[in-house]
T-cell receptor, first 114, second 112 residues
């Protein structure tokens, strides 16, 4: 079946602009996660959704970052007033439930802030 | 944020050689997972481990959940050029469920 999809695959934006990144999880997966991966680094947890609610937003770097999920499916990560340090690959993952540990990742969105 | 210690950071090997990498933590983990990431792609799950001492294979890959629950290793036998990529370990600490902690990655390059 279809895996996790993300759009856009690449985004170049000017400093100070807002961006929206989209994630379509695997159908039927109730848990959804956002991660950030800086160049050559491991993955940094940002936020987790169970259904439409976000029990854990502890990884969001600042209040410029927000995320929502509607209909228990698609999620959008929004970064307001982008800064150069926001440049990274943003990865989305989903799992069947939050108590099943196997998370499946999308291809990521590479964000470059100029 | 917290990261697992993964070694080696990078390795060059000849095609056909066996590869071994490991991941350690200062605290106990409930699960260990190994992912491979190709350039421009998201990580792909290779093996998931759920019990201390568990040894699991997936083709030429074998991974073990350390008996102390503070480490895990991944072996690749008879490496081939398509094994090139970055291998990440990930785990869920005791008391946690969904929140993965990721290793720093092992970059593997295979020389034909």
């Amino acid at each position: 079946g279809a895996g996790v999809s993300q759009s856009p695959s690449n985004k170049v934006t000017e400093k100070g602009k807002d961006v929206e990144l989209r994630c379509d999880p695997i159908s039927g997966h109730t848990a959804l996660y956002w991660y950030r991966q800086s160049l050559g680094q491991g993955l940094e947890f940002l936020i987790y959704f169970q259904g439409n609610s976000a029990p854990d937003k502890s990884g969001l770097p600042s209040d410029r970052f927000s995320a929502e999920r509607t209909g228990g499916s698609v999620s959008t990560l929004t970064i307001q007033r982008t800064q150069q340090e926001d440049s990274a690959v943003y990865l989305c993952a989903s799992s069947l439930r939050d108590t099943l540990y196997e998370q499946y990742f999308g291809p990521g969105t590479r964000l470059t802030v100029t | 944020g917290q990261q697992l210690n993964q070694s080696p950071q990078s390795m060059f090997i000849q095609e056909g050689e066996d590869v071994s990498m490991n991941c350690t933590s200062s605290s106990i983990f409930n699960t260990w997972l190994w992912y491979k990431q190709d350039p421009g792609e998201g990580p792909v799950l290779l093996i998931a481990l759920y019990k201390a001492g568990e040894l699991t294979s997936n083709g030429r890959l074998t991974a073990q959940f350390g008996i102390t629950r503070k480490d895990s290793f991944l072996n690749i036998s008879a490496s081939i050029p398509s094994d090139v990529g970055i291998y990440f370990c990930a785990g869920t600490p005791r008391g946690g469920t969904y929140k993965y902690i990721f290793g720093t990655g092992t970059r593997l390059k295979v020389l034909a």
